[in-house]
């Protein structure tokens, strides 16, 4: 009896999920959103900038502030909705939020899952140190020391195109390599672009890029199919990135100006 119970609500359970699968390819469209007067938006707070909590325990950052414009562009009011980076699309889905601005790479394994508009945000990875130190490709650093935060995207990309005979040191965090380079134990680190212009407000024309090793760029994401809502969205971006609000977010948030690589529009 206890065998046929056990089998009877893992059917049960099976149906459950057959009904969220369902449920996942329901498109969201702009009209309900506009009809009900709110957009959820679903993003992370433990990822600083992108997405933190103030002071008073609620959500912000870049991304909150991209939202923020959303919304007013919308003309809708703004609920954002604490997500996490294993639940986020999930979390889209199965209809818990409309969009997503939670510092979503795009990748084609995630473009199977939901739809991404054009980049709003972005990462890029460089190789960065001494202006002395001339390094154009990752043949020149052949016999030279590079710093890296041990297990970072910077630390799988130097690894990967790096020539034997160089020297990948590797620290705890971004915070630790940046000391090794300000204190010259190493005259080259792998880093974002958001940590060079920290370093660069801290030690001004004393460092340089030396060639990019990886660009990641991040799409606001809907549910598949819900062109009309898409179409909103690639709207709006194409607004502030043209009016130059998006670029005045970045710069408050990331010390920095947009990236180039972002700069791309889509109708």
């Known amino acids: 009896m206890n065998l046929i119970r056990k089998v009877a609500a893992l059917a049960a359970a099976a149906a459950v999920f057959a009904g ?32 933190i909590l103030d002071n008073d325990g609620k959500p912000d950052g870049y991304d909150a502030d991209v939202a923020r414009l959303l919304a007013k562009d919308l003309g809708v009011k703004l609920n954002l909705v604490p997500v996490t980076g294993p639940n986020r699309i999930p979390y889209l889905l199965s209809g818990q939020v409309d969009v997503l601005v939670a510092s979503l790479g795009i990748t084609p394994a995630r473009a199977e899952q939901v739809d991404f508009s054009q980049p709003y945000a972005g990462i890029e990875i460089f190789v960065y140190g001494d202006k002395g130190t001339e390094v154009k490709s990752a043949e020149d650093l052949a016999g030279k020391s590079v710093g890296v935060a041990r297990a970072s995207t910077q630390d799988t990309a130097i690894t990967k195109v790096a020539p034997d005979s160089a020297t990948i040191q590797r620290f705890d965090d971004d915070a630790s390599a940046v000391q090794a380079l300000l204190s010259g134990q190493v005259p080259l680190i792998g880093c974002s672009n958001t940590v060079v212009a920290q370093v660069e407000k801290v030690r001004p024309d004393t460092y340089d890029t030396k060639f990019s090793l990886s660009q990641q760029k991040q799409g606001i994401a809907t549910r598949p199919g819900a062109d009309k809502l898409m179409a909103a969205v690639n709207d709006f971006l194409n607004k502030v990135k043209t009016d130059g609000e998006l670029d005045k977010l970045h710069q408050k948030w990331l010390d920095a100006p947009l990236p180039d690589f972002l700069a791309k529009t889509k109708s």
């Open 20 to 51: 969220l699968g369902t449920a996942a390819v329901k498109a969201q469209t702009l009209d309900e959103v506009k009809s009900r007067g709110t957009i959820n938006v679903g993003m992370l707070v433990d990822f600083p900038p992108f997405g």
